[in-house]
């Protein structure tokens, strides 16, 4: 089985800087891409940032240039660094590890940037 959990989150001023950890247990398999999902309340799921094995980076438009995503192999664990956060950035933030048979989610971790 599979467990993916999310920390870091929390609550932030507006241009404060939060660093996500998504730690990754279990018999995973082959990893075809580890990525970061957002969701604000009324809106639909939004990939914020993928990484690839090969190392390549994928970003939304809004979060480009603010948030850095990485991943330490030995340690099984994805971060998404977050500078300069907006009040749009409130949301929750889930991991997301895609292997090539299954997809997996974590719980989520709520962000939220006050103004």
């Known amino acids: 089985q599979v467990q993916l959990v999310e920390s870091g989150g929390g609550l932030v001023q507006a241009g404060g800087s939060l660093r996500l950890s998504c730690a990754a247990s279990?018999?995973?398999?082959?990893?075809?891409?580890m990525g970061w999902y957002r969701q604000a309340p009324g809106n639909p799921r939004e990939l914020v940032a993928a990484?690839?094995?090969?190392?390549?980076?994928n970003y939304a438009d809004s979060a480009k240039d603010r948030f850095t995503i990485s991943r330490d192999n030995a340690k099984n664990t994805l971060y998404l660094q977050m500078n300069s956060l907006k009040p749009d950035d409130t949301a929750v933030y889930y991991c997301?590890?895609?292997?090539?048979?299954?997809?997996?989610w974590g719980q989520g971790t709520q962000v939220t940037v006050s103004s």
């Open positions: 279990g018999r995973i398999g082959s990893i075809h891409t």
């Open positions: 990484i690839t094995t090969g190392g390549s980076t």
């Open positions: 997301n590890v895609r292997s090539i048979f299954y997809t997996y």
